[in-house]
């Protein structure tokens, strides 16, 4: 069965760095776009970024842009995204998330920024 399984995310300083992953299996990751939202305390989930199959085109928030980047392996199923420059605002649980059509997502994963 599809598994989306999210890691990495700490307390971080603000202006600190983070990279958070997601390790994706039971289905062909390397045919699908991979994306990340998060969800702050009392909001709405979000879209944070988003990748192609192959890794070449990249959509980002406004909110994130310039600070964020996604990545992914299709040899290891991994998709990642590098928080720099990190603010208090980006505290939030953060998801991945694939559209088979069916739309998968994981656990999540708890970024807080706060000093």
């Known amino acids: 069965q599809v598994q989306l399984v999210e890691s990495g995310g700490a307390l971080v300083q603000p202006g600190g760095s983070l990279r958070v992953s997601c390790a994706a299996s039971?289905?062909?990751?390397?045919?699908?776009?991979m994306s990340w939202y998060r969800q702050a305390p009392g909001k709405g989930r979000e879209f944070v970024a988003r990748?192609?199959?192959?890794?070449?085109?990249?959509n980002y928030a406004d909110s994130v842009k310039g600070r964020f980047t996604i990545s992914r392996d299709n040899g290891k199923n991994i998709v990642y995204l590098q928080m720099n420059s990190l603010k208090p605002e980006d505290t939030a649980v953060y998801y991945c998330?694939?559209?088979?059509?069916?739309?998968?997502w994981g656990q999540g994963t708890q970024v807080t920024v706060s000093s």
């Open positions: 998330n694939v559209v088979l059509p069916t739309i998968y």
């Open positions: 039971g289905f062909a990751f390397s045919l699908y776009e």
């Open positions: 990748i192609s199959t192959g890794g070449g085109v990249t």
